[in-house]
C-alpha cells in the first residue's frame, strides 16, 4: 500500500490557479513534515517547497522559481496536505510529487500531472 | 549550494561495477541522500545521509563521501537497475538535487 497518494492535477491555462492534495495513511500525518517535489516532462527532479509540522509551527519554505505563486497548507485532522498553485505559467508543467521528509524524502506517492496550456 | 553529477549518461553491462559522483559547491557534511527512479514511476530511495542503506534496498548499492564530493556505487549491476539515480543536498533550504545520471544497458 503506497503511503501518500497525490491528486487534482490536470489541464489548466496560463494564469489560472490549481490545487494539488497529498492524502497520507499508514502513519500519524501530523508527526511529519511534508515536501513537494515535481519534475518536467523528461528533466530532472525540483524540489518546489515543504511544511513543517504543527509541532515546528507548520511553517513552509518555497524554491525561489514558485515563492509567491505557490503556498503548501495541511489539514492534520484529515491527513491532508495541499499545494495550492497561483498565476500558473507553462513552465509550471510538471508531475508534482509529495513525500514525507526526514531531510532525506522516505515515502513518495506516485505523483500527479498538471499541464499548463493554452 | 549548487549539486553536480556525473556522468549525465553511463551505459554499462550486468556484473559491471559503476560508480555515480556528486560534488557540491560547499560543505554539506554528509547530509546526501540518494534516489532511483524509473520511467514513469516516483523516486526511491536508496541511500542517506551519504552512506545508509534505506531499509529493503540491495546491499549491491553504497554510499561514501563527506564534505563536498560524494559516490553511489553498484557493486555487480543486475537488470532492474537500469535507471536514472540523483543525489539530493538537505542540510538546509532549498533543497537541491543534481541533475542526475540515466544508466543504460551497454
Known amino acids: 500500500e503506497v503511503p501518500l497518494v497525490e491528486s487534482g492535477g490536470g489541464l489548466v491555462q496560463p494564469g489560472r490557479s490549481l490545487r494539488l492534495s497529498c492524502t497520507l495513511s499508514?502513519?500519524?500525518?501530523?508527526?511529519?513534515?511534508l515536501t513537494w517535489v515535481r519534475q518536467a516532462p523528461g528533466k530532472g527532479l525540483e524540489w518546489v517547497g515543504f511544511i513543517r509540522s504543527k509541532a515546528y509551527g507548520g511553517t513552509t519554505e518555497y524554491a525561489a522559481s514558485v515563492n509567491g505563486r505557490f503556498s503548501i497548507s495541511r489539514d492534520d485532522s484529515k491527513s491532508i496536505a495541499y499545494l495550492q498553485m497561483n498565476s500558473l505559467k507553462t513552465e509550471d508543467t510538471a508531475m508534482y510529487y509529495c513525500?514525507?521528509?526526514?531531510?532525506?524524502?522516505?515515502?513518495w506517492g506516485p505523483g500527479t500531472l498538471v499541464t499548463v496550456s493554452s | 549550494i549548487q549539486m553536480t553529477q556525473s556522468p549525465s549518461t553511463l551505459s554499462a553491462y550486468v556484473g559491471d561495477r559503476v560508480t555515480i559522483t556528486c560534488r557540491a559547491s560547499q560543505s554539506i557534511s554528509s547530509w546526501l541522500a540518494w534516489y532511483q527512479q524509473k520511467p514513469g514511476k516516483a523516486p526511491k530511495l536508496l541511500i542517506y545521509k551519504a552512506s545508509n542503506l534505506e531499509s529493503g534496498v540491495p546491499s549491491r548499492f553504497s554510499g561514501s563521501g563527506s564534505g563536498t564530493e560524494f559516490t553511489l556505487t553498484i557493486s555487480s549491476l543486475q537488470p532492474d537497475d537500469f535507471a536514472a539515480y540523483y543525489c539530493?543536498?538537505?542540510?538546509?533550504?532549498?533543497?537541491?538535487f543534481g541533475q542526475g545520471t540515466k544508466l543504460e544497458i551497454k
Open positions: 539530493q543536498r538537505y542540510n538546509n533550504y532549498p533543497y537541491t
Open positions: 513525500a514525507r521528509d526526514l531531510g532525506r524524502l522516505d515515502y
Open positions: 499508514g502513519f500519524t500525518f501530523g508527526d511529519f513534515p
